[in-house]
Each structure stands twice: as structure tokens, then as C-alpha cells.
């Protein structure tokens, strides 16, 4: 009897063994994918910090208080671009991505403000946006007018100028009414100037500068030897801001184009491109976009 209890550790033991093998053989499969997961986890994380070590100019991270003030573009121009794309990943409707990005608007141009931005201007609405969807336009142009009427008191209260430029002969006549009301009661405002690019494109905005000129000159208001850059500026529909050419152009999204906005005035505007879609470019993609625009040495044409 000794003898036997003595050997069961050794049976135990033998009968373990093709146990173990049996269950590695089972289990090894399901384990497999976890293990995959691990491993693609520790190579992001790898190269995550790689990356970090060979950072560039899209990667680079500043705080708001190492961006230089003196240095702030004084026209910071924005395509709101990615409203609709941002709403069918969340899920929802396409017009509650545009009142998501009307509502980041309002942010971003206020941290322009207290950044000390004079002007900020924003391709709202494009010539090219009448061919959209009927109900998707008329929810623009009713979003539109509740944005500004709305908003009104506040714009008053924080001393910014409105200005909408554009065609504006499509305009509904509900909104066209809010627009000369809002102009008229923030157009005594200087330090702070939001501009809402609405039926806007930029070659309306040179014909339109060609036509007044014409018109001018068949008044006898101007002559030929008057016509120069400085003339054709002062026509377009930007010369409401003291500072009609962008420093800086933004848009989101990763598109990479400027899709018919401010032709003359962007000729030699910095560029940023965001990934991001608008309703998701927030303070730290703004301080990135600026911390880049800081860096660069613009030259306006002149070598170096």
C-alpha cells in the first residue's frame, strides 16, 4: 500500500503529459489571434515612437504660449470642409454635421480674436454648392440665417464686425434681410472681423471687379493708365477688411485645393491642409496650423 502512494506522483505526472500537449493543441488556435493583436499593438507603439523621434513639420506639437504673437498672421482664411463626411461617420443627419460646423466656426474665430487675428474669413457656401440637393441647400441657407440672427447679441457684446460677401442674387430674401441687418449693426467694430464667404467664387469676384471697372471708366471715373493691382484689389469684394490678402489659408478635411476661393488674394497666402474634418479641428489643430505658418520664412516672390 506504501509502495503504491508512493508512485502516484509519477502516474499523476505521465497522465498530465498527453493532457498538456492535448490542450495546447486545443487551446493554441484560439489563442493565436490574441497574440497576433499583441504583437500588431507593441509594432504601433514601436512605431509610434519612431515617429515621434523623426517628427516633422505635421507632427510637430507646440503649446499655445511657445507660438509667437508678434509673428500671428493678421488674415487667417478657412474651407470649412468635411461637414457631411464628419455626420454619416457619427451617424447622423447631414444637417446636423453643418450645425456642428457652424458651431465650430464660432470657436475658431474667437480663438483667432483672442490670439490677436484681425480677420478671419470663411468659405460658408461656394457658387458650386446651388447644385447640391434642394433640401440639403434650403437646410444651409435656414442654418445660415438662424447662425447670424442668432448670434447677433454675442457678436455685439464681443465687438466683431460681420461681413458676408458673395453674388447673393440666389440668396433667399429672409436671409438677405438678416445679412444688411447684422453688417449694419457690427460695421462700427475695427480690432475683430469675421467675413462669411456666402454664393461666393472667386472668379465672380474678378468679373465682378472687371464689370465695376468698366463701368468706371466708361463713366469717366477712371482711366486706362489708372488700372494696376492696386485698383483691381480695392474692386474685389474683399477690399471690407484692411487686410484683403490671407496670410494664411486653412482647410480641412485632407483635401489639398482651393476650389475657387479668393484667386487674386491667395496668390501668395501660406497653405495648411488638415486631415481632420471640420467639426474635429479644435484649438490644438488651429495652434498646429499656426505654429507651422510660424516657421516658414515667406519670401512674397523674392529669392532668397
Known amino acids: 500500500m506504501l509502495s503504491l502512494l508512493s508512485s502516484l506522483p509519477s502516474l499523476l505526472f505521465l497522465f498530465s503529459v498527453p493532457c498538456l ?8 488556435p484560439l489563442l493565436l489571434p490574441k497574440l497576433l493583436g499583441l504583437i500588431r499593438i507593441k509594432a504601433a507603439r514601436n512605431d509610434h515612437g519612431d515617429n515621434e523621434e523623426r517628427c516633422d513639420e505635421r507632427t510637430y506639437v507646440v503649446r499655445e ?10 488674415h487667417v482664411a478657412l474651407i470649412l470642409d468635411g461637414n457631411r463626411r464628419w455626420a454619416k461617420r457619427a451617424g447622423l443627419l447631414t444637417s446636423q454635421g453643418h450645425e456642428a460646423g457652424a458651431k465650430r466656426l464660432t470657436e475658431i474665430a474667437e480663438l483667432c480674436f483672442e490670439m490677436g487675428i484681425h480677420t478671419v474669413s470663411a468659405f460658408a457656401f461656394s457658387t458650386e454648392n446651388w447644385g447640391r440637393d434642394k433640401v440639403e441647400v434650403n437646410c444651409l441657407m435656414s442654418l445660415l440665417q438662424h447662425y447670424l440672427s442668432s448670434n447677433i447679441n454675442d457678436f455685439q457684446r464681443k465687438e466683431i464686425r460681420i461681413s458676408v460677401i458673395g453674388n ?8 438677405i434681410q438678416v445679412i444688411n441687418e447684422i453688417e449694419e449693426a457690427t460695421k462700427g467694430y475695427k480690432n475683430k ?22 463701368k468706371k471708366s466708361k463713366e469717366g471715373l477712371i482711366r ?9 484689389q480695392r474692386e474685389l469684394l474683399t477690399s471690407c477688411t484692411d487686410f ?3 496670410d494664411l489659408l486653412i482647410r ?7 476650389s475657387n476661393f479668393f484667386l487674386w488674394q491667395l496668390a501668395y497666402t501660406e497653405l495648411f491642409f488638415s486631415p481632420v474634418l471640420w467639426p474635429d479641428f479644435d484649438k490644438g489643430k488651429l495652434i498646429e496650423a499656426l505654429a507651422s505658418y510660424q516657421r516658414r520664412e515667406r519670401r512674397f516672390g523674392v529669392q532668397a
Not at 504660449?65 to 493678421?74: C, G, I, N, T, V
Not at 486706362?224 to 483691381?232: C, F, M, N
Open 244 to 246: 484683403p490678402s490671407p
Open 193 to 214: 472681423h469675421l467675413i462669411l464667404a456666402i454664393d461666393y467664387s472667386g472668379r465672380f469676384d474678378l468679373t465682378h471687379a472687371c464689370k465695376s471697372i468698366v
Open 65 to 74: 504660449e511657445e507660438l509667437q504673437r508678434e509673428r500671428m498672421p493678421s
Open 21 to 28: 500537449f492535448m490542450t495546447s493543441y486545443v487551446c493554441f
Open 224 to 232: 486706362e493708365e489708372d488700372v494696376d493691382e492696386t485698383l483691381i
Open 252 to 258: 480641412t478635411s485632407g483635401e489639398q485645393r482651393i
Open 168 to 175: 447673393k442674387t440666389k440668396i433667399p430674401k429672409s436671409l
